[in-house]
């Protein structure tokens, strides 16, 4: 079983970057598969990209690509969102989460597929 802990949100400005990290206690993350999720206010959560436990194959949400990169330092057991280009319709609480099995395809991008959660960590993004 593993414990996540997500930080790093905060307000920025339309254009800016933001590093969120999750934190993980535990076991160690490099037996997991790790994703990032977000939340927007009255929607449902979704994918923003993923990361292989070895760390080299990542996946990322369309709306995404070019602008987010998904990282992971399993010797610190954590994981890292580095988001570039900010936009406001990026406002949402982001969320990370463990996967035990190596999911493959689209159903890795679905919620279901991930076993464990963190709390969560806003992110603002103003215009």
């Known amino acids: 079983q593993v414990q996540l802990v997500e930080s790093g949100g905060g307000l920025v400005q339309a254009g800016g970057s933001l590093r969120l990290s999750c934190a993980a206690s535990g076991r160690t993350v490099s037996f997991y598969d790790l994703g990032w999720f977000r939340q927007a206010p009255g929607k449902e959560r979704e994918f923003v990209g993923r990361?292989?436990?070895?760390?080299?194959?990542?996946y990322y949400a369309d709306s995404v690509k070019g602008r987010f990169t998904v990282s992971r330092d399993n010797a610190k057991n954590t994981l890292y969102l580095q988001m570039n280009s900010l936009k406001p319709e990026d406002t949402a609480v982001y969320y990370c989460?463990?996967?035990?099995?190596?999911?493959?395809?689209?159903?890795?991008?679905?919620?279901?597929?991930?076993?464990?959660w963190g709390q969560g960590t806003q992110v603002t993004v103003s215009s």
């Open positions: 989460a463990a996967a035990s099995r190596p999911w493959t395809g689209s159903y890795s991008y679905t919620t279901t597929a991930y076993d464990y």
């Open positions: 990361i292989s436990r070895s760390g080299s194959t990542t």
